[in-house]
Antibody
């Protein structure tokens, strides 16, 4: 069955760029829609943005100026880039699947990766 | 943004008893032309990602036990666990997917009394 797994650095310095990758296995990345969500003790669960295999995206307006989500279909991966991070961006970052267009709930989640922003 | 507010924050329940978790949205998540409520429920156990339980307010995800039931419409929704089992100890979240940004409730922690 389809699985997703996040990867990337666990520690990022303030003002630098957070970069994470989600690898999709057991199915085609082109068949579904994909999202990034984060979870921190202070802000709970927060939707970051979503993308589809053609490269289309939509973002949380509160993060839009700092976020890019992109896809590399040949590697069955999609990525999250968050610029100019601060300690407030410390969170567990999840990649997740949306099964169909318009059904923007998350039916499959990765295990998550903790990213700490600290000098 | 649509604000999702859950109540209570913590819910102690005896084994075999019914548990009821409420979720209120700051504006409607009912799309009137299709009569669909854009509301999902998740269960999260310690150290695990959230798990989808229900979508469209009341449609059960495959494999979810039928003791989990969702109800409500518009701005007021309820997740009911008919007979709480030890495996149900978790934090439960509601989420609206009616409008961007998609938003979650703050969570309700279910514990065994």
């Amino acid at each position: 069955q389809v699985q997703v797994q996040e990867s990337g650095p666990g520690l990022v310095k303030p003002s630098e760029t957070l970069s994470l990758t989600c690898t999709v296995s057991g199915g085609s990345i082109s068949s579904y829609y994909w999202s990034w969500i984060r979870q921190s003790p202070g802000k709970g669960l927060e939707w970051i943005g979503s993308m589809w295999y053609t490269g289309g995206t939509k973002y949380n307006p509160s993060l839009k100026s700092r976020v890019t989500i992109s896809v590399e279909t040949s590697k069955s991966q999609f990525s999250l880039t968050l610029n100019n991070v601060s300690p407030a961006d410390t969170a567990v970052y999840y990649c997740a699947r949306n099964f169909r267009w318009g059904e923007w709930y998350f039916d499959l989640w990765g295990r998550g990766t903790l990213v700490t922003v600290s000098s | 943004d649509i604000v999702m507010t859950q109540s209570p924050d913590s819910l102690p329940v005896s084994l075999g008893e019914r548990a009821t978790i409420n979720c209120k949205s700051s504006q409607t998540v009912l799309y009137s032309s299709t009569n669909d409520n854009y509301l999902a429920w998740y269960q999260q156990k310690p150290g695990q990602p959230p798990k989808l339980l229900l979508y469209w307010a009341s449609s059960r995800e495959s494999g979810v036990p039928d003791r989990f039931t969702g109800s409500g419409s518009g701005t007021d929704f309820t997740l009911t666990i008919s007979s709480v089992q030890p495996d149900d100890v978790a934090v439960y979240y509601c989420q609206q997917y009616y409008n961007i940004p998609y938003t979650f409730g703050q969570g309700t922690r279910l514990e065994i009394k």
